[in-house]
């Protein structure tokens, strides 16, 4: 085939190219960007890449004429939808719950005072201060009403004193999350589902599995008080932030409760647990091999 034949294929090809052509590819554009951004830093990424492998061995396969190998695949790919139904089910169920979230801004809720953001920043800096063990879950657009059952409705006004006295250990009410919804302290002492990752970092106790297993079926704000060391966390979308200071913590629950007066602050900074206990653990080995190097400099 010549040049002059290529181009006229081209030529054909652009003049039979239809308006409708152009609105399919800018959809499965933005469809396929959206699989590849929603899968990033989760497991389905790697099993993303395992199923483009297999796809690239069938296209090789088919060029090559290899009957068995492109059977085989084929045979697979055909039943590969039960497949992904069943090994995805976690990230489908919040594929379409991202889905069904999508609304259209144009009414905005009234602003409630700074008095409330004061009242929850006091109250968890004063818990994190006397290491008193803490879990608030900030409701959002998904409703938790299959947990707000496990636990007790209080549909109270949201202040420090009564969020610190829910916390104060051996109290009815101290173990479990208090789910916070339209502004108001809704239900406390609610079971949270527990995130089931197994390489989730090993000093991350109860609390902060909870936190990260409700954020990963629910687009919740969850904040978590240690209660071995009064570090302050929060979780969201399946990641976890810790060692927030007063200026984060105002600035993430003036994001939920003032969304119209922010101040630019954006969700999840940091790493997600898998990443951050490996992080942990490289700053330790440094540590190891700083205090290993200053014993032989002693000796």
Known sequence: MSLADVLAAIQTGFSQFRIQDLLDILIIA????KLIQFTTNT???QVLKGVLVLLLI????????LITVRYLINSF??????VVVVLFQPELRRALERIGRFRLNIVQRDTPSYEIVNQLCL????MSRRKVGALIVLERNTKLGDYVQTGTVIDAEISDALIENIFEPKTPLHDGAVILRDDRVYAAACVLPLYDDPNIARELGTRHRAALGISTVSDCITLVVSEETGIISYAHDGRLVRNLDHDTLEDLLTFHFNPNQDK??????GEDAEAEDNKEKKE????????NKGKKKKN
């Open 30 to 33: 933005f469809v396929i960007f």
């Open 43 to 45: 497991r389905a990424s």
């Open 58 to 65: 069938f296209i090789i396969s088919n060029v090559l004429n």
């Open 77 to 82: 790919l055909v039943s590969g939808i039960l």
């Open 123 to 126: 109250a968890v800096e004063n």
């Open 264 to 269: 630019g602050f954006q969700l999840l900074p």
């Open 284 to 291: 330790a080995g440094s540590r190891g091999k700083r205090n």
